[in-house]
Nanobody
Framework: QVQLVESGGGLVQAGGSLRLSCAAL??????????MGWYRQAPGKLRELVAT???????NYADSVRGRFTISRDNAKNTVYLQMNSLKPEDTAVYYC?????????????WGQGTQVTVSS
């Protein structure tokens, strides 16, 4: 079983900062993680990419967050972080962690349960 456990969401005023964390926990299986990332979904909207990072450290950001958000990763802990600065009300959404990798010899993709981020104006 593989679980992604997120933490760090909450309520913050516009201009503030939050840091999200997501740990990939593998119980009884070997899950080799390639890329990890963050997506978000606002009410009435589709889920959208926020940022991704590969095991080698290559990053990709949505245009809407580039320069304000920073994704990082601790490979030894199978944990990914999202530092969010200069938050705006339009960043309000449920943020989901994702992990893509190999479970035994098969490709596998997992999602976290989501953590709410609310930015007040």
């Amino acid at each position: 079983q593989v679980q992604l456990v997120e933490s760090g969401g909450g309520l913050v005023q516009a201009g503030g900062s939050l840091r999200l964390s997501c740990a990939a926990l593998a119980s009884g299986v070997i899950f080799i993680i390639d890329a990890m990332g963050w997506y978000r979904q606002a009410p009435g909207k589709l889920r959208e990419l926020v940022a991704t990072i590969t095991s080698g450290g290559s990053t990709n950001y949505a245009d809407s967050v580039r320069g304000r958000f920073t994704i990082s990763r601790d490979n030894a802990k199978n944990t990914v972080y999202l530092q969010m600065n200069s938050l705006k009300p339009e960043d309000t959404a449920v943020y989901y962690c994702s992990a893509k990798g190999t479970l035994y010899s098969d490709s596998a993709y997992y999602w976290g349960q989501g953590t709410q981020v609310t930015v007040s104006s």
